[in-house]
C-alpha cells in the first residue's frame, strides 16, 4: 500500500517500530548546575494554588505594578542562603516579634478565620432540609468509566457471517450478509497453511482483504495497485486488535475470516479517513504469508564471496565470523555479494525491512555489533535515512530471504567520526539477512 493510502491496520496501545541511531546525546543545554539554582515563586502565584485567592482572582502578570513590600518574590529550596539572622527576631534591635512569630501570628487568624466560617456554615446548613445528606454523591459512588471498551474474547463462529471466495494470496470476493452482526470477535480458518505457526512477538506479514459490514464498502487493500503486505510483530499492540491478536496460533500459509467489532477494530473514535464510523463492524480475510522469530535467520545454499571480499563463516543463530583481506586497500565504493539468494519479493525503497546482521571492522575482523547477540531481528525502512547509507544502497533491489555480504567506505558508514567501537575514517563489512518486507 503507499504512503498515500492509510493502512487499515492503524495504530495499537504501543507502537513497536525500531530505528538505528546513535547513543543517547548529552542533556540538551548542557549539565545541571551543582549550585546556586532558586526557585522564585510570586505571592499572589503562591496564594492562588494554596486556595487564598480570592474566587476569580488572577495572579498578576509579569511587569504588573506591586503594591506593598509582600508582593516580593518569595525564594525556595536556594543554595545561596542570605545574612544569618534569629528565626525568632532575638538579634533584632530593638527587639521584634521575628519571623517565627510572623508565621506563628498568620497560622492563629487563618484559624480563627476558618473556624468562624465553618460555624456559620454549619449553621446556615441546619435551616434546611437535612434529608439529602443521607443521599450518596452520585459521582462518588459511581464506578470510573474506562478508557476504551474491552476486546471481546474471539470465537471461531457466529450466527450470521460474510461469505468469501477466492484462493490464499489472491483479493478475496465478501459477501455482506443482510443482517447485523452480533457484536462477536470472529477468527475462522478458512484454509490452513503448512508453514510455522504465529507466536507472539514473532515478525508477520499478511496480506488482506477488507470491507465495512455497516456500509458495505471497501476498505483499502493490500491486493490494491502498488498495496504491500502489512508486517508488524504479533501480539505486541502494534496494530488494532483484528490483525494484531488474530493471527496468534495461526500458521503461515493460512487464510482467515475475521470480523472485528468496533472493540477489535478502531474504537469509539472510529476512523474517519477511511469513513470508518464509530460502531461500525469490519470484515477482514487475511492471508498470513510469513512469520519469523525474533531470533530467526535465513537458509538456504551459500555462494562463497570473491578472492578480494572479506571471507564469512556461518554460525548459525550466533555472530558471524568475518575474516578480512590481508593488505586489502580501503574501498572508495560500496561492494555486496549474495551470499544466499532469497526467493521472496524484490525489496524496494521506503518499505520496510526486518534483518539479522553482524557487523564488522574490515581491518581486523573485529566484530562491534550483531542483532544476533541481543537475540531480536531489526527493522528499518529502506532509504529512509534511518540507518547508514552503504545499507540504504546496498540492500534496496535485494529479495527477501537473501544474505548479502556489504562491504562500505567510511563515507557510506560514519565518516571521519567514528561511532562507539568503530574507529574514524574505517571500512565496514556486514553480513545481513533479509527475512521480511513489507508496508510498515
Given at each position: 500500500m503507499t504512503e498515500k493510502t492509510p493502512s487499515p491496520g492503524g495504530?495499537?496501545?504501543?507502537?513497536?517500530?525500531?530505528?538505528?541511531?546513535?547513543?543517547?546525546?548529552?542533556?540538551?543545554g548542557g549539565p545541571i548546575a551543582a549550585d546556586r539554582e532558586s526557585i522564585v515563586v510570586p505571592p499572589a502565584i503562591?496564594?492562588?494554588?494554596?486556595g487564598w485567592a480570592q474566587?476569580?482572582?488572577?495572579?498578576?502578570?509579569?511587569?504588573?505594578?506591586?503594591?506593598?513590600a509582600e508582593d516580593a518574590p518569595q525564594i525556595f529550596a536556594s543554595s545561596v542562603r542570605k545574612a544569618e539572622a534569629s528565626e525568632a527576631g532575638y538579634d533584632e534591635n530593638p527587639p521584634g516579634v521575628g519571623k517565627l512569630g510572623v508565621i506563628l501570628g498568620t497560622v492563629?487568624?487563618?484559624l480563627l478565620v476558618g473556624s468562624g466560617i465553618t460555624l456559620y456554615m454549619v449553621n446556615k446548613d441546619d435551616s434546611k432540609d437535612t434529608s439529602?445528606?443521607?443521599?450518596?454523591?452520585?459521582?462518588?459512588?459511581?464506578?470510573?468509566?474506562?478508557?476504551?471498551?474491552?476486546?471481546?474474547?474471539?470465537?471461531?463462529?457466529?450466527?450470521v457471517l460474510p461469505t468469501v471466495t477466492g484462493d490464499f494470496g489472491k483479493k478475496?470476493?465478501?459477501?455482506?450478509?443482510?443482517?447485523?452482526?452480533?457484536?462477536?470477535?470472529?477468527?475462522?480458518?478458512?484454509?490452513?497453511?503448512?508453514?510455522?505457526?504465529?507466536?507472539?512477538?514473532?515478525?508477520?506479514?499478511?496480506?488482506?482483504?477488507?470491507?465495512?459490514?455497516?456500509?458495505?464498502?471497501?476498505?483499502?487493500?493490500?491486493?490494491?495497485?502498488?498495496?504491500?503486505?502489512?508486517?508488524?510483530?504479533?501480539?505486541?499492540?502494534?496494530?488494532?486488535?483484528?490483525?494484531?491478536?488474530?493471527?496468534?496460533?495461526?500458521?503461515?500459509g493460512s487464510r482467515l475470516l475475521v470480523v472485528a467489532p468496533p472493540a477489535a477494530g478502531f474504537g469509539s473514535q472510529g476512523k474517519p479517513d477511511m469513513a470508518i464510523g464509530a460502531k461500525d463492524d469490519l470484515i477482514f480475510v487475511i492471508d498470513v504469508r510469513n512469520t519469523n522469530a525474533p531470533d530467526a535467520v535465513v537458509s538456504g545454499t551459500v555462494t562463497p564471496p570473491p578472492a578480494d571480499f572479506p571471507q564469512v563463516k556461518d554460525n548459525g543463530k550466533k555472530p558471524a565470523e568475518i575474516t578480512p583481506v590481508a593488505g586489502a586497500k580501503d574501498p572508495t565504493e560500496l561492494k555486496t555479494h549474495v551470499l544466499i539468494k532469497g526467493t521472496g519479493p524484490v525489496v524496494e525503497k521506503g518499505e520496510k525491512v526486518v534483518v539479522q546482521y553482524t557487523g564488522a571492522l574490515a581491518k581486523d575482523g573485529k566484530v562491534f555489533d550483531s542483532s544476533l547477540s541481543k537475540g531480536q531481528a531489526f527493522s528499518f525502512a529502506v532509504g529512509g535515512g534511518q540507518v547508514i547509507q552503504g545499507w540504504d544502497q546496498g540492500l534496496?533491489?535485494?529479495?527477501?530471504?537473501?544474505?548479502?555480504?556489504?562491504?562500505?567506505?567510511?563515507?557510506?558508514?560514519?565518516?571521519?567520526?567514528?561511532?562507539?567501537?568503530?574507529?574514524?575514517?574505517?571500512?565496514?563489512?556486514?553480513?545481513v539477512d533479509i527475512?521480511?518486507?513489507?508496508q510498515g
Open positions: 495504530a495499537g496501545t504501543a507502537a513497536n517500530d525500531s530505528s538505528a541511531g546513535d547513543p543517547a546525546a548529552s542533556r540538551p503562591l496564594a492562588q494554588q494554596a474566587p476569580g482572582e488572577k495572579p498578576r502578570p509579569a511587569g504588573g505594578t506591586r503594591t506593598d492563629l487568624a487563618l439529602a445528606a443521607a443521599k450518596p454523591d452520585a459521582t462518588k459512588s459511581a464506578p470510573p468509566t474506562p478508557s476504551a471498551e474491552p476486546v471481546p474474547p474471539i470465537k471461531d463462529s457466529a450466527k478475496a470476493d465478501i459477501q455482506v450478509p443482510g443482517d447485523k452482526s452480533d457484536g462477536s470477535f470472529v477468527v475462522k480458518v478458512l484454509s490452513e497453511g503448512s508453514g510455522p505457526k504465529v507466536d507472539k512477538n514473532n515478525w508477520t506479514s499478511v496480506d488482506y482483504t477488507a470491507k465495512d459490514w455497516n456500509t458495505g464498502k471497501d476498505i483499502p487493500s493490500s491486493y490494491d495497485d502498488k498495496g504491500k503486505p502489512q508486517i508488524f510483530q504479533a501480539g505486541t499492540d502494534a496494530l488494532i486488535p483484528a490483525l494484531d491478536q488474530a493471527v496468534i496460533g495461526k500458521k503461515a534496496a533491489g535485494q529479495t527477501v530471504g537473501s544474505r548479502v555480504e556489504l562491504v562500505i567506505p567510511a563515507s557510506l558508514g560514519y565518516g571521519d567520526k567514528g561511532q562507539g567501537d568503530i574507529p574514524p575514517g574505517a571500512t565496514l563489512v556486514f553480513v527475512l521480511d518486507a513489507g
